[in-house]
């Protein structure tokens, strides 16, 4: 039977965690957050109805669940990591053939500001809006919220729609014949593995738009020699530049506070550090020198006073 939450202001972590007989539900509009796992491997929860006070939705919220369609009020501003993502579980009514992801139709908020790593999962038969050589999601009022994929990996070049806010994991991960590309002043995000193994992609700017990029975001970009980042970000995770064989120079600006373990690992040609900042901002960074040998050999250009 359909079955309503009772709680004013949340609904717990872990509340509704692995209630296996539980086939649908309504979220009212009491509910400001719905916590970590609270419907976590509810693997028959095909049918769920958010209510249009949600505001943020818990890490594996929904994860393993048997959801067909997802519908965001626009009221929800963040959504956590794996918060939908649905793990192919050959126990499944014994279904050894399955879809990783059974999802076929996804509407997001136009509001939303944060979008967690593999939040939606992967879904060979969701249906997504084109546009150029790009595959989206997005909401009624912006049908390119969030770049999901190339559409090919053979993709030579993809112009990214203006409106897009988000580029999601593994977005242009494998077009290893893409030579370059632009990033508009919309996007705020780049997922995980964004462009792993772009390996023909020679340079890169990040406006100031972006605060946040994901670990391996430009991993195995052999020929990337110079990249230029924005002021918008804070810190460079772990293995942003991961084996970028060939990259030379980096434009570094003076709002980062911490690098990350292996933001530049094996960047066996960093030469040249062009940094925003004085000498001593610098060494004020949070840096982990743990293969980030490159950052102590390399010549840093520091602003001019």
């Excluded at 946040?212 to 460079?236: K, P």
């Amino acid at each position: 039977p359909r079955r309503a939450l009772s709680f004013d202001l949340w609904a717990h972590s872990d509340a509704f965690y692995y209630c296996i007989s539980l086939t649908s539900i309504i979220i009212p509009d009491n509910v400001l957050n719905i916590g970590n796992s609270a419907f976590s491997w509810c693997q028959n929860l095909k049918n769920v109805v958010i209510g249009n006070s949600v505001v943020s939705i818990g890490n594996s919220a929904f994860e393993n669940c048997a959801l067909t369609s997802i519908i965001l009020p626009d009221s929800v501003l963040t959504v956590g990591d794996s918060a939908f993502y649905n793990k192919f579980d050959p126990s499944l009514n014994g279904d050894t053939g399955r879809e990783q992801n059974i999802l076929k139709h996804l509407v997001v908020s136009s509001n939303l500001k944060y979008i967690g790593n593999c939040a939606f999962g992967y879904s060979k038969i969701l249906q997504y809006n084109e546009y150029d050589n790009g595959l989206y999601i997005g909401s009624e009022k912006n049908p390119y919220l969030i770049f999901v994929k190339a559409k090919d990996t053979s993709i030579i070049s993809c112009k990214i729609n203006d409106n897009t806010r988000f580029i999601y994991d593994s977005a242009f991960s494998g077009c290893s014949s893409f030579t370059n590309i632009m990033i508009p002043n919309s996007v705020t995000e780049i997922g995980m593995y964004a462009f792993s193994g772009c390996s023909s992609l020679t340079s890169i700017t990040i406006l100031d738009s972006v605060t946040r990029i994901g670990v391996y975001a430009f991993s195995g970009c052999s020929s990337l020699e110079t990249a230029i980042i924005g002021n918008g970000l804070t810190s460079l995770n772990g293995h942003t530049f991961n084996e970028c064989i060939n990259l030379t120079s980096i434009t570094l600006p003076n709002s980062i506070t911490r690098i990350y373990v292996g933001a530049f690992y094996y960047c066996s040609n960093l030469k040249d550090i062009y940094y925003s900042g004085t000498i001593s901002e610098w060494e004020q960074i949070n840096i982990n020198y743990d293969d980030n040998y490159r950052l102590t050999t390399a010549t840093i250009h520091y602003k001019e006073i």
